[in-house]
């Protein structure tokens, strides 16, 4: 019923920048919480950032004040601005989202992944 499909991902080098977008699409009545988590190999998978409908958002220490989530609520979109990248920021980025589809109730969903990859 909804699909979150990511894209933006690629190959920089360290201190470069990269912008992740997820669109969401299907019956959608309301999207709550969006956020980006990543898994790098051998890893879990984890938080990096989310933001909630009304903007607040959280961070992980590791990226606080190199990435930036934003989202725009008419386009069912978010956001991941991430500057001055590391080698140790090289994972597959998932997109998730907390969705109100019509005539049902909130369900979690994921997107498929987009690799990012910061060379040293």
């Known amino acids: 019923q909804v699909q979150l499909v990511e894209s933006g991902g690629g190959l920089v080098q360290a201190g470069g920048s990269l912008r992740l977008s997820c669109a969401a699409s299907g019956r959608i009545f309301m999207i709550n919480t969006m956020g980006w988590y990543r898994q790098a190999p051998g890893k879990q998978r984890e938080l990096v950032a989310g933001i909630r409908r009304n903007g607040d958002t959280n961070y992980a220490d590791s990226v606080q004040g190199r990435f930036t989530i934003s989202r725009d609520n008419a386009k069912n979109t978010v956001y991941l601005q991430m500057n001055s990248l590391k080698p140790e920021d090289t994972a597959v980025y998932y997109c998730?989202?907390?969705?109100?589809?019509?005539?049902?109730?909130?369900?979690?969903?994921w997107g498929q992944g987009t690799q990012v990859t910061v060379s040293s």
């Open positions: 998730n989202a907390d969705v109100i589809v019509f005539g049902a109730y909130e369900s979690n969903y």
